[in-house]
């Protein structure tokens, strides 16, 4: 029978945030086995695991034990691990001989499926693990994204919003897995086509610490066309019988009178009228002109 120090209660922060029970398979049913005889998931989708966090666990184990049961299945003599690392590698820390388990009957693809399920549901895999896991479900478990989404409990949307992290230089991803920077810097960042220039902004978010909203501001100025501006033409000296000339013209007409002139010698006159009565006028003036010659 279970030894009650192995098992105990109240304690949301023991329950890891998993689910009673995984999805798979019925059980078998639930045992206290002993720790030696259970060996690591070779499947395990995480592959970082916090230590100060585990001594905590540990720590909290040792008081009250382990709450939640690990989730295993039976491999010869032994029983390999499915869901629960945390709460195995804490519960050697804390120097239990047993701990309570539920043995299920999996093959290798269901085992996977379960372990990176149940692991997607932890509120501590960084960004990149759960990419990695959203991956592997598609790849080796044979997943669509509609499907995936609906077993872990996600919108579509979200699960392509991590896939695409994997499309992000090494090095951003390694400063995502090392909270250098948030899901939403890197979201931003994928929408910058260039490696290269992903790599800058992120190294600028880095050293000055830019909000999400900077960043997106930097991606959208990258990503808007930049106008081609024509080249300013060279400004041509007026020569001083061009401007004695306009000067002519508008007393002649009463109006404002625009020489331009080009390095070739072309140019333009251009007469200036305020409204249509003003050009009548202007007209009738050129009009006197014309009788006179």
């Not at 896939?163 to 929408?191: F, S, T, V, W, Y």
């Not at 260039?194 to 990503?223: F, G, M, W």
Request: aromatic share 4%; proline share 4%; hydrophobic share 35%.
């Amino acid at each position: 029978m279970a030894k009650k120090s192995a098992l105990g209660r109240g304690l949301g922060a023991l329950i890891d945030n998993s689910e009673d029970v995984p999805r798979g398979k019925p059980l078998e049913g639930m045992d206290e086995i002993e720790l030696s005889k259970i060996v690591a998931n070779p499947w395990q989708p995480r592959t970082r695991f916090d230590e100060e966090k585990l001594e905590e666990l540990a720590t909290s184990i040792r008081e009250i034990g382990v709450i939640q049961p690990l989730t295993v299945r039976k491999s010869g003599d032994k029983y390999e691990l499915i869901a629960g690392e945390r709460r195995f590698r804490a519960s050697k820390l804390a120097g239990l001989i047993k701990i309570p388990a539920y043995i299920r009957t999996a093959d290798d693809e269901t085992m996977l499926e379960m372990a990176l399920v149940e692991n997607i549901q932890r509120e501590d895999l960084d960004p990149i693990e759960i990419a990695i896991s959203y991956q592997r479900l598609i790849d080796e478990c044979k997943l669509t994204q509609e499907s995936m989404s609906e077993r872990v409990g996600k919108k579509r949307a979200t699960v392509t919003n991590y896939l695409r992290l994997l499309k992000l230089p090494a090095e951003i991803q390694l400063g995502l897995r090392d909270k250098k920077l948030g899901m939403g810097h890197a979201r931003a960042i994928i929408g910058i086509d260039d490696a290269t220039e992903q790599t800058k902004i992120y190294h600028e978010i880095v050293t000055n610490d830019y909000s999400v909203r900077k960043v997106e501001e930097l991606v959208r100025e990258l990503s808007t066309p930049k106008q081609e501006t024509a080249p300013a033409k060279e400004k041509v000296a007026m020569p001083e019988e061009y401007n004695h000339l306009g000067n002519q013209i508008s007393s002649v007409f009463n109006t404002k009178v625009q020489f331009t002139r080009s390095q070739k010698g072309d140019g333009k006159i251009v007469i200036s009228f305020k409204s249509d009565e003003d050009l009548e006028r202007i007209i009738a003036v050129m009009d006197k002109l014309n009788s006179k010659e």
